[in-house]
């Protein structure tokens, strides 16, 4: 038989059917929803009244616009509390698991899901949410869909869906210290650009991806969609068999042995072919921050902003229009800018490990007068291991407060805005105009530039406070 | 269920010659919580559109008098970003049923073909030059013919073919909706999970 790469291995086991000149029927495995881009999915159900088909395949979180304090108290904005009644009614109508605000299990879709062991490798996975891509860590097919292809999993557990290209990302070598995972994917961004993987499923690869953690594999393919990528996925391996084997639901499962067995196999097959390839090499990756707009436009974190983009349509209007935005000029330095607010969280670094770094770099010093710090787990779980950990005494002793877990500041959905024309340095995944709020001028970083900030007040080199023991 | 057909569009059209414009820009995250379909238009590219004390920006292109029409003629990358499918509602809901661009997110294109908003891809220096005759006339017609896959305007003698596949084009030209194609293989779906030892 041809070699076949591990996405098309995946793809073809859950091809219900081919489509002539068309999209392919693809089964879902499992299927995450949350509150903001499913009510009109079961909206449509009863306008056709037909009821959800495999209701144990999806599971439901309320985590977009969920406030990240006080969260035993009611909702006090209206049409938020609205829309997560409307989640809970309908996965209580329909059977469908639902952890709401508050439960031991509730969390950021993306962080909850590996975390409770629903994310396992070889599945298709769908949630009504871009950063999906997030599960392709564990060697799955997970891409992000609109609140139609929501319906229609509902509906029926499949969707309509054409196969993308195949492209694979190796990285070689090792990363640097006081680098991570974040500022290699950021890195990877800045050089395709943010529309450079349009239309291809991206697999990492390379010695430099085989080495990292889980968490941080997690951070890779969740960006994946920032540089337009359907999705991103890395074949499991022996990190992979170690995370799913201290998940205590897991382990419950009989089958767990050989599962894993059948994991380890799942690979590409030498010879296989890409329609695209690129390498980068580990080593010469710096701590990144982003200067403008959209996650493609980052650079070094003692970079300089580029003099002039290439002209396009609309090209250089792009890119003067986000300078002006950020109110930065062409070719400017940005270390030791200053910064207004500093927000640890989100599905790209929401995670313990995050936690675990930025508490490395803020243990024995004080956060900066005038920062204000959003330190927002990921999930229920995050929150307590960080307090089992004593990171969140860490955090305390240095000047900071630990929120409660949602998707906050990320998207500003909740009431945790960055106000306009203030500076955020963010570990999550999007710097669009307005993204944090309206006017909010967004940095995206690592956690260990974003504690830098947090501590320094400004943009700051996280290899100079990094500790030699570390 | 079936939706509104699409077969010909002749409309004059909004150019929006920017690169990478994300579905945050297009409707912001702070107007998602509605749980109905309708009247996202309203808030279509909010914070471009209006200014803070909620006053039109004159120099938006939505605000400019001489332009108009059903088609938005885009740049790059259009609908990057978020899956939110509210983008293409608030598209569609302000009256835009063609967006026009060289090349366009995978989830926005998917999205928009599922509410019958027809992305329409023409090479770069088509989508140039169409954006720049518009800037100089307003008033040019475009006529999108679904069924024969082209895209003309008179006034500048383009015509330029584009590409769908024709199982997304028989669904617009006649108006049927994918979940109710899906819905009717139900039992084919059923057997694949049989295929497979079973839905669990
Ligand atoms: S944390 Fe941000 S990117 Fe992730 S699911 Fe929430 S809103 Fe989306």
Redesign the pocket.
């Known amino acids: 038989m041809e070699p076949r790469t591990l996405f098309d291995k995946i793809w073809d086991a859950h091809t219900v059917k081919s489509v002539e000149d068309g999209p392919d029927v693809l089964y879902i495995d499992r299927h995450y929803i949350?509150e903001v881009t499913s009510p009109q999915a079961f909206l449509g159900l009863r306008q056709r009244s037909i009821g959800v088909f495999r209701p144990e395949k999806t599971t439901a979180v309320a985590?977009?616009n969920i406030p990240t304090t006080d969260q035993h108290l009611p909702i006090r904005d209206a049409v938020s509390r609205a829309q997560v009644e409307a989640l809970a009614d309908n996965c209580r109508v329909a059977g469908i698991e639902y952890f709401g605000i508050g439960h031991h299990n509730n969390g950021?879709?993306?962080v909850t899901g590996p975390e409770l062991g629903k994310t396992l490798p070889g599945m298709t996975i769908v949630c009504g949410?871009?950063?999906t891509s997030t599960h392709g860590a564990f060697g799955t097919i997970a891409f992000g869909i609109g609140t139609s292809e929501v319906e229609m999993v509902l509906a029926t557990q499949c969707i309509l869906q054409a196969r993308p290209g195949r492209m694979r990302i190796t990285v070689n070598g090792e990363l640097s210290k006081g680098v991570t995972s974040k500022d290699l994917i950021l890195y990877i961004i800045s050089s395709v650009s943010t529309s450079g993987a349009a239309g291809y499923f991206v697999e990492y690869a390379g010695e430099a991806i085989k080495s990292l953690s889980m968490e941080a594999r997690m951070t890779i393919c969740?960006m994946s969609i920032e540089m337009g990528a359907r999705g991103g996925l890395i074949a499991p391996d022996e990190i992979t068999a170690d995370y799913l084997s201290r998940i205590p639901s897991f382990n419950r499962n009989p089958e767990a042995v050989s599962l894993t067995e059948n994991w380890l196999s799942l690979r590409t097959d030498p010879g296989a072919v890409f329609d695209r390839e690129l390498e980068f090499d580990a080593s010469s990756v710096p701590p990144m921050i982003t200067w403008g707009t959209n996650p493609g436009m980052g650079m070094a974190v003692d970079g300089k902003i580029p003099e002039a983009d290439q002209p396009g349509p609309g090209g250089n209007d792009s890119f003067l229009k986000a300078l002006e935005y950020m109110d930065f000029k062409p070719g400017m330095k940005l270390l030791g800018y200053p910064v207004d607010y500093v927000f640890l969280?989100?599905?790209?670094n929401?995670r313990i490990e995050d936690l675990r770094a930025f508490a490395s770099m803020v243990e024995g010093r004080q956060k900066a007068p005038g920062v204000t710090v959003l330190i927002v787990p990921?999930s229920q779980q995050v929150a307590r291991q960080a307090e089992e950990e004593g990171l969140t005494e860490i955090f305390k002793r240095a000047g900071f407060a630990m929120r409660q877990p949602g998707?906050?500041s990320?998207?500003a959905?909740n009431d945790d805005k960055i106000p306009p024309g203030k500076y955020a340095v963010s570990t999550?995944?999007?710097n669009f105009e307005g993204r944090q709020g309206p006017g909010a001028r967004t940095i995206l970083a690592g956690p260990l530039a974003a504690a830098t900030a947090a501590v320094t007040g400004r943009i700051t080199d996280p290899r100079k406070l990094i500790r030699v023991c570390d | 269920m079936n939706r509104r057909k699409f077969t010909i569009l002749e409309s004059t059209c909004v150019p929006l010659p920017l690169e990478n414009v994300d579905t945050d820009q297009i409707i912001p995250a702070r107007f998602l919580s509605a749980t109905s379909r309708e009247e996202f238009g309203k808030n279509l590219f909010r914070d471009w559109r209006y200014d803070k004390n909620g006053n039109e920006i004159k120099d938006f292109v939505l605000n400019r008098p001489e332009y108009g029409g059903s088609i938005l003629v885009a740049g790059s990358n259009f609908g990057c970003g978020?899956s939110r499918e509210h983008a293409v509602w608030a598209i569609a809901d302000y009256g835009f049923r063609a967006v026009v661009s060289d090349s366009f997110a995978d989830i926005f294109r998917n999205n928009a073909l599922n509410n019958g908003l027809l992305p329409v891809e023409i090479p770069t220096g088509m989508l140039s030059d169409l954006t720049e005759q518009i800037g100089a006339n307003p008033g040019i017609i475009v006529k999108i013919d679904l069924e024969r896959q082209i895209i003309t305007a008179d006034e500048t003698g383009m015509s330029v073919p584009f590409a769908i596949n024709s199982f997304r084009k028989q669904c617009l030209l006649s108006g049927l909706d994918n979940i109710s194609f899906l819905v009717n293989m139900r039992s084919r779906i059923i057997e694949y999970e049989k295929s497979r030892g079973g839905p669990g």
């Open positions: 949350h985590d977009h950021i879709v993306h949410d871009s950063h969740n969280g989100s599905c790209t929401g990921g998707c906050s990320c998207l959905m999550s995944n999007r | 978020s």
